[in-house]
């Protein structure tokens, strides 16, 4: 086919067509760029709009995680005036175990320490010196030295690391911003925070400081108005704390895009003071997008200023209008790539050829191998169920040659008359076949058919396989008999149980009836003769009839014991959740009313809840209780606790308890006899009982589940430690 070539009317005829085309593609050129220009301008000022939002949202949240953390930090101190509450004076010891179970490291990042400071006037500091001395702690000193109306000193401080022991002493109440805030919160009777301050802990080094005091009246009642709070105040719990400390440890997981300054505005102390600048602040002053938040915090006022960080600001620089323009550029690209690639393809397809045809290759000699060293006998089935290819393992299965099984019918191969339909209703899981080997052996094999997809014009159909598992059979043939046996011998033994509990039923029986009975007798014939014989009898006659008869009582209130013991075997438990520190409570009341002259100190640590039989376990603590109460007679002051145990770790769903008491004590080798029946560390003239009551105490715990032990030493008190359940059991749990 020829090609004309245009004349001289048809190349003017389109030369103008070309030049408008030219024309037309430039004006689509500068209306689309004048269109995404101003398109991409809208969509910057959208989009700065939408990080502004955002990043006040952001900037928000994080002032409240700031609030957050100073409230944790505020519950710690009303923690610590909870405690001066709850008892009179604290020892250093309870203040220690307090401020340990915070785990300031952990929990509160920034803080030095938690501390008590008394508020004392001078006859006040000298009575607690007085008293210090007296317990052997030395003479408690103050600084700065003088003569005040007020003293402010730092009586505790823990933990007591070396900064935190050289500050104790100091007046607080002497230095100016200190007893601003101190002031503050007594008057208010709310916590309070210290403008920034040098901190004692940082004496040399120059770093913001900030106090956090809580008030602490006497009797634990906050007044109702400010004299009367000046009045009742006895002193402040208060906390230091480090400022860049505390906001880096409270924000750094918070704050990835924002550079933060915090500012204490004053409002009480004059001008303003920075708390805090995060590196590279100031370089962001100039940013578009920025919020600042005034909080009001404790008494005082801090002004947070966010500004996003460099990364930060240049994303905000990138706006829908850059990224229009880079789009257009991206899809002239993406065209060149096109044209590119189509060149390319096939090249790539020719060496994605090569690729599958060596990686065919590959897989057909990994089945190769596998078939050939598999233990498992393996064969490759046409679709009429003959042999196509089998493995050694097969042959040596089957005991023929290799060579002689391609061809033959693959269930030819079993003595099973309904083999084939055994092996087409299990494609996946093992049929369970009998085979005869061409020696005469008959074995048992577990069968495996599966259909599989074969190359294109091969006759394979489906793999087969075969695994000996005569040995096996047998051996698990063996097991389930052994299996029957012993749940022969269980349900045997389970009987003999059954019989031996009868028997203890009536051996409880007999020492309740048939036993009590000549007791009884003799108690009571014994008692007839000292009263109708008794004027002519002699002295020591009616010494053994009184020996008599306290012997047949002894027996009766051992008899009555030994039955209690065995009941708390047989009765079945009633699971409910149990206020043990009510049922001590009780109990120590009980026990107060029988000897109203003794002079006790109890201490039962309020909410301690356990689950379990509420009857057995009233009786195990007036055992425990009971057994404070008998050895700390005589001692002054006799002192008894129960609370809960931090040295023994409980399991899982369990609670650990302790019963401790400063009386008599017992030799520690002989901890291990003191929960044996009729076991008695102590001679009955010294203290009553018969010796059941710890054997009682330790069968009711271990009928709930838990263990006891015992601790003490020979005039040094004694420590019963035991585990409960820490909530009942359900309704049909197993006793």
Same mark, same amino acid.
């Given at each position: 086919?020829?090609?004309?070539?245009?004349?001289?009317?048809?190349?003017?005829?389109?030369?103008?067509?070309?030049?408008?085309?030219?024309?037309?593609?430039?004006?689509?050129?500068?209306?689309?760029?004048?269109?995404?220009?101003?398109?991409?301008?809208?969509?910057?000022?959208?989009?700065?709009?939408?990080?502004?939002?955002?990043?006040?949202?952001?900037?928000?949240?994080?002032?409240?995680?700031?609030?957050?953390?100073?409230?944790?930090?505020?519950?710690?101190?009303?923690?610590?005036?909870?405690?001066?509450?709850?008892?009179?004076?604290?020892?250093?010891?309870?203040?220690?175990?307090?401020?340990?179970?915070?785990?300031?490291?952990?929990?509160?990042?920034?803080?030095?320490?938690?501390?008590?400071?008394?508020?004392?006037?001078?006859?006040?500091?000298?009575?607690?010196?007085?008293?210090?001395?007296?317990?052997?702690?030395?003479?408690?000193?103050?600084?700065?030295?003088? =003569?005040?109306?007020?003293?402010?000193?730092?009586?505790?401080?823990?933990?007591?690391?070396?900064?935190?022991?050289?500050?104790?002493?100091?007046?607080?109440?002497?230095?100016?911003?200190?007893?601003?805030?101190?002031?503050?919160?007594?008057?208010?009777?709310?916590?309070?925070?210290?403008?920034?301050?040098?901190?004692?802990?940082?004496?040399?080094?120059?770093?913001?400081?900030?106090?956090?005091?809580?008030?602490?009246?006497?009797?634990? %009642?906050?007044?109702?108005?400010?004299?009367?709070?000046?009045?009742?105040?006895?002193?402040?719990?208060?906390?230091?704390?480090?400022?860049?400390?505390?906001?880096?440890?409270?924000?750094?997981?918070?704050?990835?895009?924002?550079? %933060?300054?915090?500012?204490? #505005?004053?409002?009480?102390?004059?001008?303003?003071?920075?708390?805090?600048?995060?590196?590279?602040?100031?370089?962001?002053?100039?940013?578009?997008?920025?919020?600042?938040?005034?909080?009001?915090?404790?008494?005082?006022?801090?002004?947070?200023?966010?500004?996003?960080?460099?990364?930060?600001?240049?994303?905000?620089?990138?706006?829908?209008?850059?990224?229009?323009?880079?789009?257009?550029?991206?899809?002239?690209?993406?065209?060149?790539?096109?044209?590119?690639?189509?060149?390319?393809?096939?090249?790539?397809?020719?060496?994605?050829?090569?690729?599958?045809?060596?990686?065919?290759?590959?897989?057909?000699?990994?089945?190769?191998?596998?078939?050939?060293?598999?233990?498992?006998?393996?064969?490759?089935?046409?679709?009429?169920?003959?042999?196509?290819?089998?493995?050694?393992?097969?042959?040596?299965?089957?005991?023929?040659?290799?060579?002689?099984?391609?061809?033959?019918?693959?269930?030819?191969?079993?003595?099973?008359?309904?083999?084939?339909?055994?092996?087409?209703?299990?494609?996946?899981?093992?049929?369970?076949?009998?085979?005869?080997?061409?020696?005469?052996?008959?074995?048992?094999?577990?069968?495996?058919?599966?259909?599989?997809?074969?190359?294109?014009?091969?006759?394979?159909?489906?793999?087969?396989?075969?695994?000996?598992?005569?040995?096996?059979?047998?051996?698990?043939?063996?097991?389930?008999?052994?299996?029957?046996?012993?749940?022969?011998?269980?349900?045997?033994?389970?009987?003999?149980?059954?019989?031996?509990?009868?028997?203890?039923?009536?051996?409880?029986?007999?020492?309740?009836?048939?036993?009590?009975?000549?007791?009884?007798?003799?108690?009571?014939?014994?008692?007839?003769?000292?009263?109708?014989?008794?004027?002519?009898?002699?002295?020591?006659?009616?010494?053994?009839?009184?020996?008599?008869?306290?012997?047949?009582?002894?027996?009766?209130?051992?008899?009555?014991?030994?039955?209690?013991?065995?009941? %708390?075997?047989?009765?079945?438990?009633?699971?409910?959740?149990?206020?043990?520190?009510?049922?001590?409570?009780?109990?120590?009341?009980?026990?107060?009313?029988?000897?109203?002259?003794?002079?006790?100190?109890?201490?039962?640590?309020?909410?301690?809840?356990?689950?379990?039989?509420?009857?057995?376990?009233?009786?195990?603590?007036?055992?425990?209780?009971?057994?404070?109460?008998?050895? #700390? =007679?005589?001692?002054?002051?006799?002192?008894?606790?129960?609370?809960?145990?931090?040295?023994?770790?409980?399991?899982?769903?369990?609670?650990?308890?302790?019963?401790?008491?400063?009386?008599?004590?017992?030799?520690?080798?002989?901890?291990?006899?003191?929960?044996?029946?009729?076991?008695?560390?102590?001679?009955?003239?010294?203290?009553?009982?018969?010796?059941?009551?710890?054997?009682?105490?330790?069968? %009711?715990?271990?009928?709930?589940?838990?263990?006891?032990?015992?601790?003490?030493?020979?005039?040094?008190?004694?420590?019963?430690?035991?585990?409960?359940?820490?909530?009942?059991?359900?309704?049909?749990?197993?006793?």
């Amino acid at each position: 086919m020829s090609h004309a070539f245009p004349g001289p009317e048809e190349s003017t005829g389109r030369r103008p067509r070309v030049r408008r085309g030219y024309v037309l593609a430039v004006l689509t050129l500068i209306v689309s760029l004048l269109v995404v220009w101003h398109y991409a301008g809208i969509a910057g000022e959208r989009e700065r709009k939408v990080l502004q939002a955002e990043f006040t949202s952001g900037s928000e949240a994080i002032a409240a995680q700031l609030r957050q953390r100073l409230l944790h930090y505020e519950l710690a101190l009303r923690g610590g005036v909870s405690l001066y509450w709850s008892v009179a004076r604290p020892t250093r010891r309870q203040w220690r175990d307090y401020v340990g179970g915070l785990d300031i490291e952990g929990q509160f990042a920034g803080m030095r320490g938690l501390g008590y400071v008394p508020y004392l006037r001078r006859s006040d500091l000298e009575a607690l010196q007085l008293a210090m001395r007296d317990e052997g702690l030395g003479l408690f000193q103050i600084r700065p030295q003088g =003569a005040r109306e007020i003293y402010g000193p730092i009586l505790l401080l823990e933990p007591q690391t070396p900064p935190n022991l050289e500050a104790i002493g100091f007046d607080m109440f002497s230095e100016a911003l200190r007893h601003q805030a101190m002031a503050a919160a007594r008057d208010t009777g709310e916590v309070r925070l210290t403008a920034p301050v040098d901190l004692l802990q940082d004496a040399g080094q120059r770093h913001d400081g900030l106090l956090m005091l809580a008030p602490v009246y006497a009797n634990g %009642i906050q007044p109702a108005n400010v004299q009367a709070r000046r009045t009742a105040i006895s002193g402040w719990v208060y906390a230091p704390f480090n400022a860049r400390s505390f906001v880096d440890s409270a924000l750094e997981p918070y704050r990835a895009g924002q550079l %933060i300054r915090i500012v204490d #505005t004053g409002r009480d102390v004059g001008a303003e003071r920075l708390l805090h600048e995060d590196p590279g602040y100031a370089g962001q002053a100039g940013a578009d997008v920025g919020h600042s938040v005034v909080l009001e915090l404790y008494g005082r006022q801090w002004r947070i200023d966010f500004r996003p960080r460099a990364t930060a600001a240049h994303a905000q620089d990138l706006s829908d209008r850059d990224a229009v323009l880079a789009a257009g550029t991206a899809l002239s690209l993406l065209l060149f790539a096109v044209v590119l690639a189509l060149a390319h393809t096939e090249s790539r397809a020719e060496r994605l050829a090569e690729t599958m045809s060596e990686s065919y290759r590959r897989s057909e000699q990994r089945l190769r191998n596998a078939m050939l060293h598999s233990g498992t006998g393996i064969a490759l089935l046409d679709a009429e169920g003959r042999i196509v290819e089998a493995n050694p393992a097969l042959s040596r299965i089957l005991g023929v040659a290799s060579g002689s099984l391609p061809g033959t019918r693959f269930s030819a191969q079993f003595l099973d008359p309904e083999v084939d339909a055994a092996l087409e209703g299990s494609p996946i899981a093992p049929a369970t076949l009998q085979l005869r080997r061409s020696d005469g052996d008959i074995r048992l094999v577990q069968v495996v058919v599966s259909p599989v997809p074969g190359d294109v014009g091969s006759d394979v159909a489906g793999l087969a396989q075969v695994e000996d598992a005569t040995d096996r059979l047998r051996a698990e043939r063996a097991v389930r008999m052994l299996n029957r046996t012993l749940e022969a011998r269980v349900e045997q033994r389970t009987h003999e149980l059954t019989l031996a509990n009868r028997e203890l039923e009536s051996f409880a029986y007999s020492v309740s009836h048939d036993l009590r009975a000549p007791l009884r007798t003799v108690e009571g014939f014994s008692r007839l003769l000292g009263e109708r014989f008794g004027a002519s009898m002699g002295p020591e006659a009616l010494d053994y009839l009184s020996r008599v008869r306290n012997a047949a009582n002894r027996m009766d209130a051992l008899i009555d014991a030994l039955l209690k013991l065995s009941r %708390i075997a047989r009765d079945p438990l009633r699971q409910a959740e149990v206020d043990l520190s009510r049922l001590a409570e009780e109990v120590m009341a009980e026990l107060r009313q029988a000897e109203p002259a003794r002079e006790v100190e109890v201490s039962i640590a309020p909410g301690l809840v356990a689950g379990g039989d509420p009857a057995l376990l009233r009786n195990l603590l007036q055992n425990l209780l009971g057994n404070a109460w008998k050895f #700390t =007679a005589g001692r002054a002051p006799a002192r008894i606790r129960f609370e809960r145990d931090p040295t023994t770790e409980a399991p899982a769903g369990m609670a650990a308890f302790a019963v401790a008491d400063n009386g008599a004590g017992f030799e520690p080798a002989y901890a291990s006899k003191l929960f044996r029946p009729f076991q008695r560390l102590h001679g009955a003239d010294e203290y009553e009982g018969h010796g059941i009551g710890l054997a009682t105490v330790r069968r %009711i715990v271990e009928r709930h589940g838990g263990s006891i032990r015992a601790e003490g030493g020979v005039d040094q008190g004694a420590t019963f430690r035991f585990v409960l359940p820490a909530c009942p059991r359900p309704a049909d749990a197993s006793d």
